[in-house]
């Protein structure tokens, strides 16, 4: 069953200061794009990372499986760059198939732990 | 008066450990997914729930009555299996007539509470 | 200028224990509706509450002057009836002209200030 | 690329007493609305703000040049009028190109970090 879309886009990315719990992955301060795909084949997305002051990163690959769902952490891309912590940006999602998209961030950097999320804009 | 869709879905779905207030019901680690139902004849649903690295499970079938409204806990659902703490999945909510559909997460692995929540996404 | 819709519902109301900071309006823990009406007419609103429970409550009958936002508090809603800290409840809102809602919650049960915020689900 | 809508809106505007970390831009409280423009053009924005008790305040004018990212904080707006803190308030923000807006607050009030986040309602 498939379910989505196939363009998406974020508008509010930062990834904040990794903070005193920096050495837990769970803890330490992070983004995520969550993406569901109910298709019974994989979903293929390129992501482009825009910024403040620079032309846009990317494209960064990803794959997500048929019936599987992948919490992609922007702080974790490395190719073709790293996403700097502590920078302005937002991101655009372009998928082969329709997906669903959520943003999530994580922010620790006092110590404690502070959330935000929201389902994506579609925007095909 | 009947409100909103049939089809639903969240894709960032997650549990965190229990955590130190793990004794209180309301303040324990928990996710929701808040169902609506104007109508005035029981909701009918259906939730199969996707993960990282296996085959969804389900189906989680829930009954929300006419003109209710049911907070439905994911770590409080049994059957056909518990959703385990600390593992990534999303959620597919099929309903036989349309209901309203808002996720909400309450984080307090650190003995504070960070919340947030999302209408979910209308899959239909 | 004409901006929104003329019916709005959220799943997951909530008001949380009033808490320490009981003390400061502000800072005790509350829920909200926010509502923006663009229009040069005032909105005549009625909210239909709906539990887990009981039948519905209401009508609650609120009035947004032209042009203005209105920040109506869940807890600070009184006729026809008070709706109770600590249970489960959802909404439905229904205005005459075309407005705009969003669901907020301040919980400050333990002493510090969790956030959670979506704009409402459209209804028409 | 062109992608998003042209008007947007949120109704629950409201930035916080800047708090104990006021020393700190990143961390003094503060209300932002993120824009993206995917577009190969700059986009010109013109922001009008409500209140509750007196008229709209604006235009506010913002440009946020071609496949770049800018996010306003509502605190740092100076011209035409400031706009203050713990005071309610909600804004329209109209384009002359397709951009995507996301509304994110950061609370730091009591000296930890609490952050609420919506994708802006679109309203053409």
Request: proline share 8%; glycine share 4%; with cysteine.
């Amino acid at each position: 069953v498939s379910l989505g879309r196939k363009r998406w886009a974020i508008a509010d990315g930062y990834v904040p200061a990794a903070g005193p719990l920096a050495g837990d992955d769970r803890l330490r301060s992070h983004e995520a794009a969550s993406i569901l795909n109910t298709n019974d084949c994989d979903a293929h997305l390129v992501l482009t990372v825009y910024f403040h002051d620079r032309e846009p990163a990317g494209p960064y690959r990803i794959t997500v499986p048929a019936r599987r769902t992948h919490h992609i952490r922007f702080d974790e891309l490395r190719e073709p760059e790293p996403i700097p912590r502590e920078t302005e940006y937002a991101c655009v999602l372009q998928s082969d198939v329709p997906v669903l998209v959520q943003q999530t961030r994580l922010d620790s950097r006092l110590g404690a732990i502070a959330l935000l999320s929201t389902i994506a804009f579609p925007a095909d």
